[in-house]
C-alpha cells in the first residue's frame, strides 16, 4: 500500500514570485508519480509524471519536479508565478507492480495554490 | 475528441433515493475508473475496470456499484444514497503501455444527499 502526504494544505505567493509544493510518499514498492492540477470547477489534468530516466521532470507550462528516491520525494517548484497557475494541485503515486496496479492512483491530500498580483 | 463526459454535472437526492452517474469516454481506452473528491481529503478510487465486463473494487467501494458492458461506458450506481455520499464524483480513463499512468478526467458530478 502507498500513502501520499502534501505537507502543505494552502499555498499563497505574489506573481513572479517562485513557488515550491511539498509532496512526500510512502510505499512498500517501487513507484511512479505525478502531479495533478485542478482549476476551479474542472476535472484533474495531468501536469507532469517520473516514470523513469531522469529524475527531474518538466511540464511545458514551466513547472518542474525531481524526484528524490532517498528522501521518498516529489517536490513541484515553479521560477515565477502566474495569475493563471491558481489552481489545486495534486501529488499521485501508483506502483510499479508489472502491469497489475492498472494505473490506480494514490492521491495526496491537494496543496491550493493562490497567486495574488 | 470530446474526452471523458460525465453527467449529470450537479444533483440532490434525498435519503434512500437511487441513482446513476454516467460517464462516457470516446478515446477507446481500457482502463476506467470512479473516485470521488472530499475537501482537503484528495481523490480516493471507488471502483475501477480494465475492460469490457472486467471490475475491481478501490479504496471507499461500500455504498456503489458499478458495470461495464462496453468499452466506452462506465457507470456508477448509488442504492440508497446517504449523506456521507455528498461529494464530487470524477470518472477518468486511461490506455495501455505507458499511456496506462496518463489518466484523463471527466468534468465531474456534484452530487448532495439531504
Known amino acids: 500500500a502507498q500513502s501520499v502526504t502534501q505537507l502543505d494544505s494552502q499555498v499563497p505567493v505574489f506573481e513572479e514570485a517562485p513557488v515550491e509544493l511539498r509532496c512526500n510518499y510512502s510505499?512498500?514498492?517501487?513507484?511512479?508519480l505525478f502531479w495533478y492540477v485542478q482549476y476551479p470547477n474542472q476535472g484533474l489534468q495531468l501536469l507532469l509524471k517520473?516514470?523513469?530516466?531522469?529524475?527531474l521532470v518538466e511540464s511545458i507550462n514551466g513547472f518542474e519536479a525531481e524526484f528524490n528516491k532517498s528522501q521518498t520525494s516529489f517536490h513541484l517548484r515553479k521560477p515565477s508565478v502566474h495569475i493563471s497557475d491558481t489552481a489545486e494541485y495534486f501529488c499521485a503515486v501508483s506502483e510499479r507492480a508489472g502491469g497489475t496496479s492498472y494505473g490506480k492512483l494514490t492521491f495526496g491530500q491537494g496543496t491550493i495554490l493562490t497567486v495574488h498580483p | 475528441n470530446a474526452g471523458v463526459t460525465q453527467t449529470p454535472k450537479f444533483r440532490i437526492l434525498k435519503i434512500g433515493q437511487s441513482m446513476t452517474l454516467q460517464c462516457t469516454q470516446d478515446m477507446n481506452h481500457n482502463y476506467m475508473y470512479w473516485y470521488r473528491q472530499d475537501p482537503g481529503m484528495g481523490l480516493k478510487l471507488i471502483y475501477y475496470?480494465?475492460?469490457?465486463?472486467?471490475?475491481d473494487k478501490g479504496e471507499v467501494p461500500n455504498g456503489y456499484n458499478v458495470s461495464r458492458s462496453t468499452t466506452e461506458d462506465f457507470p456508477l450506481r448509488l442504492e440508497l444514497a446517504a449523506p456521507s455520499q455528498t461529494s464530487v464524483y470524477f470518472c477518468a480513463s486511461s490506455g495501455t503501455g505507458t499511456g496506462l499512468y496518463e489518466q484523463y478526467f471527466g468534468p465531474g458530478t456534484r452530487l448532495t444527499v439531504t
Open positions: 517520473y516514470l523513469s530516466g531522469s529524475t
Open positions: 510505499s512498500s514498492v517501487s513507484v511512479y
Open positions: 475496470s480494465v475492460g469490457a465486463g472486467i471490475t
